[in-house]
């Protein structure tokens, strides 16, 4: 529509009611059939694509607690922090020659907050599309299990305290990895019906 010349407007005024499947099977169904549309959608709006920006500085220290995460070693974390420390020195700097004199406590809660919010964007990237492959990597490598674990309850939680739902955590967990699961699984096929594996294809990009 945007392509066409037509101005989209967000109205959050209104109710739309859903048809929602309320058994498991038709809910990984659904889930699965609307992962298919990926592979046609991109090779009808092929400039579409998915693009995701990396802050230098942020990426290295969410790099190092991964690090950690798969060696199962304490020795990246120091290194991690003091890349905060010099991020955050520097992002009082800026804020400082804009007229903004903040406290570098402050600043270093919300650049920490900030590597969270980077870390959820990849993981939930990584659950979307790469579910399957990253499940069979942990069985291959056991010491990739943790990060695989800690991705799923960390990106879930993220998710479960946005969305609230009226579940219990648990019960929210599982649904969120059969909805993950099914919805990448047909990425998959219909990127292979297609011919087209481009909707995996991701344009990085430093800020």
Request: proline share 6%.
């Amino acid at each position: 529509m945007r392509d066409a010349g037509w101005k989209i407007q967000y109205l959050p005024c209104g109710t739309v009611y859903h048809a929602h499947r309320s058994r498991l099977w038709p809910f990984m169904r659904r889930r699965f059939d609307y992962g298919t549309s990926e592979g046609l959608l991109q090779q009808l709006h092929p400039v579409r694509g998915k693009k995701m920006l990396l802050p230098p500085m942020l990426t290295a220290i969410l790099l190092l607690i991964v690090s950690a995460l798969i060696c199962l070693s304490m020795l990246p974390l120091p290194f991690a922090a003091l890349l905060l420390l010099i991020d955050g020195g520097l992002t009082r700097r800026r804020m400082i020659k804009q007229g903004l004199n903040l406290s570098i406590f402050k600043i270093l809660s919300a650049r920490s907050r900030a590597v969270g919010s980077l870390g959820y964007y990849i993981g939930y990237h990584l659950l979307r599309y790469y579910l399957s492959p990253l499940i069979i990597t942990a069985f291959i490598y056991p010491p990739f299990a943790p990060l695989v674990l800690c991705l799923l309850l960390g990106v879930g939680l993220v998710d479960y305290r946005v969305r609230q739902p009226e579940m219990s955590l648990p019960g929210f967990y599982l649904f969120y990895f059969l909805e993950q699961l099914s919805y990448g699984s047909g990425v998959f096929w219909g990127c292979f019906k297609m011919k087209s594996f481009a909707s995996y294809r991701l344009d990085l990009k430093g800020v």
